[in-house]
């Protein structure tokens, strides 16, 4: 499972509040990325980093924010939830120092926008 | 702009059965193919990653097989089991400086006792 683990596993929460979705990878991977999956969208991606303090878009970035202190641990924030944001969470990373390598995935976070 | 297909959606058959899944994408200018396997409720598995120099690569009863220039790939898996059941998902990658995978909806499979 390339030591990736994401908390919480399941949220439920308001439209309006701010939520923070955390992954944390063991390994010293480079490269992570927050994507979410739809019913009729499959996955797409969120944001991306490419090592400490270095964080890029992906094609459905608006209304999330990252943020990537350490190596280990990659947050995704939602600054005002909104009910479209009912998804569930991967985090992934790709393996070793290479944005090419294998890219291996967390368990998933359960969000519900009420 | 980058278009990945799975057809068929969802795939039912008998215990012990060699299948074929399909996926295509539209653009052949990709760097590496990579396939998921996603139990219900679960993250995604890496299976198998191909890279665009490959004509196929194995794992186990699984075999990806990948035509860069027909911009199509196939998992074949052998002698199917029911702990196979699952949703099969082909991703592709344009390039070598991202990480950033292009998704088609995948194939639920289900193997019949």
């Known amino acids: 499972d390339a030591g990736i683990t994401q908390s919480p596993r399941h949220k439920v929460t308001e439209t309006g509040t701010p939520v923070t979705l955390r992954c944390h990878q063991t390994?010293?991977?480079?490269?992570m990325y927050w994507y979410r999956q739809d019913p009729g969208h499959g996955l797409r991606l969120i944001h991306y980093?490419?090592?400490?303090?270095?964080?890029d878009k992906g094609e459905v970035s608006d209304g999330y924010s990252v943020s990537r202190s350490k190596t280990e641990d990659f947050l995704l924030t939602l600054e005002s939830a909104t009910s479209s944001q009912t998804s569930v969470y991967f985090c992934?990373?790709?393996?070793?120092?290479?944005?090419?390598?294998?890219?291996?995935f967390g368990p998933g976070t359960r969000l519900t926008v009420l | 702009k980058q278009e990945v297909t799975q057809i068929p959606a969802a795939l039912s058959v008998p215990e012990g059965e060699n299948l074929v899944l399909n996926c295509s994408f539209t653009?052949?200018?990709?760097?590496?193919l990579q396939w998921f396997r996603q139990d219900p409720g679960k993250g995604l598995t890496s299976l198998l990653l191909?890279?665009?120099?490959?004509r196929e690569q194995t794992s186990g009863r699984l075999n990806a097989s990948l035509d860069k220039s027909s911009g199509r790939s196939t998992l074949y898996i052998a002698a199917s089991q029911p702990g196979d059941s699952a949703t099969y998902l082909c991703?592709?990658?344009?390039?070598?400086?991202?990480?950033?995978?292009?998704f088609g909806q995948g194939t639920t499979l289900q193997v019949k006792p």
């Open positions: 992934a990373i790709s393996e070793g120092d290479r944005a090419y390598n294998e890219q291996f």
């Open positions: 390994e010293n991977h480079r490269y």
């Open positions: 980093s490419y090592g400490v303090k270095d964080t």
């Open positions: 653009d052949s200018a990709i760097y590496n």
């Open positions: 191909i890279q665009s120099s490959q």
């Open positions: 991703a592709v990658r344009p390039s070598s400086n991202t990480g950033k995978l292009i």
